[in-house]
């Protein structure tokens, strides 16, 4: 009997999570339609509540899903684990991982900027007229790129490598028991 009630609390706490996890995608989906929507129709600055709207809920879900005792190991663009060994060759290659994953983050950002910018000419995160309209998209387009991948870059790093260390933390503690 005892064992049937410990299986009814993880399934439902798996069936919870779930529920959670599928309410927070199509909030963030109907945030980002609204969101494009709005920068179409009025411009780049009236999708102040959207944008914090998502960001909140981000930073919320990741505090909560961080207090928890798990680690969510970095992975590379196709979804494998990176290694987890803290001397100088695993390090490479996570490096070498967060910087492809940036610099492919950067452009699908980018191109989605440049993308807007061509539906509503008041849309912009950058405004570098070079002349021409080719020149111009290219330009603001590469500089987007930058910025974005090197945001990207820093966001991967420091989460990236502040996980690996709890988890090798976390390994060399299981060994000490």
């Known amino acids: 009997m005892k064992n049937n009630a410990v299986k009814s609390d993880e399934r439902t706490a798996k069936i919870t999570g779930r529920a959670a996890a599928v309410t927070l995608i199509l909030l963030w989906a109907a945030l980002v339609i609204v969101g494009i929507y709005k920068t179409v129709k009025y411009g780049a600055g009236s999708t102040t509540e959207e944008i914090l709207l998502f960001l909140g809920s981000l930073l919320v879900f990741l505090i909560l899903k961080h207090r928890k005792e798990t680690v969510d190991l970095p992975k590379d663009f196709f979804g ?8 100088g060759k695993d390090k490479r290659v996570r490096i070498k991982a967060y910087v492809v994953d940036s610099l492919l983050n950067g452009v699908l950002l980018a191109a989605l900027n440049v993308g807007l910018n061509q539906l509503n000419r008041n849309f912009s995160f950058t405004t570098i007229d070079c002349g ?3 020149l111009t998209i290219l330009v603001n387009g590469a500089m987007d790129i930058a910025v974005i991948s090197a945001v990207f870059m820093l966001i991967n790093y420091i ?3 502040h996980n690996i260390k709890k988890y090798n933390a976390m390994l060399a503690e299981e060994d000490e028991v």
């Open 80 to 87: 494998r684990p990176l290694p987890t060994a803290p001397d």
């Open 132 to 134: 021409s309209v080719f």
């Open 159 to 161: 989460w990236g490598e």
